[in-house]
């Protein structure tokens, strides 16, 4: 059965529920075990995540990269027109103003550009999709019209986003070139993109808080950016990680980069537009992309490090209940130690005689009962010595009763160190009357032993005046028995060895006696 309570040695009571201190530990232990099995889950979950954000970048930059392609086709389509009208057709100014009366009703019809102007071989403007031309409208210097003036061919230039010198605005020019029949430098027709344009639609995708949208040319000229910074317009990107991977890696891709804008690292997908020299890329950070991901895994280190205290706590509860419960253990086994020591000593102490240290009358009786039963089951002769001091009252009236003590004491040492048989039982009969039970033995053998005993007392040479041998002496009489079946009880061994003690005295004391006529009666 499990102990619940000890006493503890200062008497405070001591609560052991390791049951339930151990039902508490196994709980948190499962509980732990499922959630490094969820943090393992959870790890895994960032590539999930990760592919997750790849797929939006990839998604949100084909749409960026359509958008671009389709607004520069729209502005491509107004100009392939007119481009090819004058080439066929001359620069006569009827012609001019025709062309110039139908660029004003397309670029009407395209809200993202600024306008479309044709230059002559000077760079000087000639037509105008805006409202009127000014005499300023000189675009000589502009790249657009040095790339057109030197290279003759028929593709349509993107050149380097600036800030148009009619509108005031950011723009991105698309350009082509007009030539003359035999095939000479006529001059330059342009159409020009707000740069805002490209940001409004920027602006529509969910980018959390530190995500990116770039235009740049396939040349590394930044067109624009999102988050917007005016003075990046043009900005030179070709040290920068999107640029680089779209030289080494080719027209797209996704990676892992940190930016040489804002030093931030991103999850970045890049895309050259299909038709035109340009390069649109989006990027999330990767703070945002983890960030469900990482507060998931704060969560469940949270939760795993309170089971831990949980666990640690129960563990050392459940140590020290161990602990207490070995100590109270101890307590309780030294207690039983202690029970049984005090037990035998009492049971010791009820056996024996207090003035000569041998047995009692009371161990003697139960000793000759359990003998005799044990002589009657084995068929072993059993032997019995009664002792009696001679003249003992006249010791007394002479010596004193302490000093009649005393002897008897001394006796009593003599005839345990007579009897060596550890079978053997000396007991005080009563007053000075000593006994000593023999099994096993017969008449022979207790009369030797009877015998060696009074030589001993003789030997002891303890003075008696009173009596005529000069010193103590002792008379004992000797009886054995084989109990038969029919035999209960060992008095008539007690009365035999009574009978012989009396001859003894009546023979003259000092001496020992046997009862051999009885003994032979008793034979079963
Ligand atoms: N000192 C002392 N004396 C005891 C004790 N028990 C019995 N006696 C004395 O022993 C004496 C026994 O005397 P008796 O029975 O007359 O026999 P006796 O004087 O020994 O003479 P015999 O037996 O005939 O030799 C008595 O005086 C008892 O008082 C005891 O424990 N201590």
Not at 28 to 54: K, Y
Not at 226 to 246: E, I, Q
Not at 350 to 367: E, K, V
Request: aromatic share 6%; net charge neutral; glycine share 8%.
């Amino acid at each position: 059965m499990p102990l619940r309570h000890w006493e503890t040695a200062g008497n405070a009571p001591i609560r052991v529920r390791p049951a339930k201190a151990g039902a508490i530990y196994f709980v948190a232990l499962v509980m732990l075990s499922f959630l490094i099995a969820q943090g393992w889950a959870l790890v895994q979950m960032r590539d999930v995540e990760i592919d997750n954000a790849r797929i939006a970048t990839f998604n949100m930059t084909r749409a960026l990269a359509q958008q671009a392609d389709d607004t520069l086709r729209a502005a491509d389509v107004a100009l392939v027109g007119v481009v090819d009208r004058l080439n066929a057709e001359g620069m006569a100014p009827s012609l001019l103003a025709q062309i110039e009366r139908l660029l004003k009703q397309t670029a009407a019809k395209l809200p993202a550009l600024d306008g479309v102007n044709v230059y002559d071989a000077q760079g000087r403007g000639l037509i105008t999709s805006r409202q009127q031309i000014t005499s300023s409208f000189d675009i000589a210097d502009r790249e657009y019209f040095q790339y057109h003036a030197r290279n003759n061919d028929t593709q349509a230039h993107v050149g380097t986003p600036n800030t148009s010198r009619v509108s005031g605005a950011l723009i991105l020019p698309i350009s082509r070139r007009i030539n003359h029949a035999d095939g000479t430098f006529a001059g330059v027709a342009v159409a020009t993109i707000e740069i805002a344009y490209f940001r409004e639609f920027q602006a529509r995708f969910k980018l959390e808080n530190q995500g990116a949208i770039m235009l740049m040319t396939d040349t590394g000229i930044m067109v624009t950016r999102r988050p917007f910074d005016a003075s990046l317009v043009g900005a030179d990107v070709t040290r920068g990680p999107v640029f680089k991977m779209y030289r080494s890696t080719g027209p797209e891709g996704t990676a892992v980069m940190t930016a040489k804008v804002d030093g931030i690292e991103r999850l970045y997908s890049y895309r050259h537009l299909d038709h035109y020299p340009l390069v649109v890329a989006s990027a999330l950070s990767m703070n945002d992309v983890l960030a469900a991901w990482r507060k998931n895994i704060e969560r469940t280190l949270a939760t795993g490090a309170v089971l831990l205290f949980v666990l640690m706590v129960f563990g050392l509860r459940l140590i020290a209940l161990i602990g207490e419960r070995e100590r109270a253990q101890q307590a309780l086994t030294e207690a039983q130690h202690a029970l049984e020591s005090v037990n035998r000593e009492l049971e010791r102490l009820s056996l024996q005689d207090g003035l000569t240290g041998l047995s009692n009358r009371r161990h003697f009786d139960m000793a000759l009962e359990e003998e005799f039963k044990r002589a009657m089951r084995a068929h072993t002769p059993l032997a019995l010595l009664m002792i009696d001091v001679d003249f003992f009252k006249r010791f007394n009236d002479t010596y004193g009763h302490p000093a009649g003590d005393d002897c008897l004491k001394q006796l009593g040492t003599a005839l345990r160190l007579a009897h060596s048989r550890p079978g053997d039982l000396a007991a005080r009969y009563g007053g000075e009357e000593l006994v000593v039970l023999l099994p096993n033995t017969d008449t022979g053998g207790a009369a030797e032993l009877a015998e060696r005993f009074r030589q001993a007392v003789l030997e002891q040479a303890i003075p008696h005046a009173g009596n005529p041998a000069g010193f103590v002496t002792v008379s004992i009489g000797v009886a054995s028995c084989r109990p038969g079946r029919n035999q209960a009880s060992g008095n008539a061994l007690i009365e035999a060895a009574d009978k012989a003690l009396y001859r003894a005295k009546d023979g003259g004391r000092n001496r020992v006696c046997a009862d051999l006529p009885k003994l032979r009666s008793m034979v079963g």
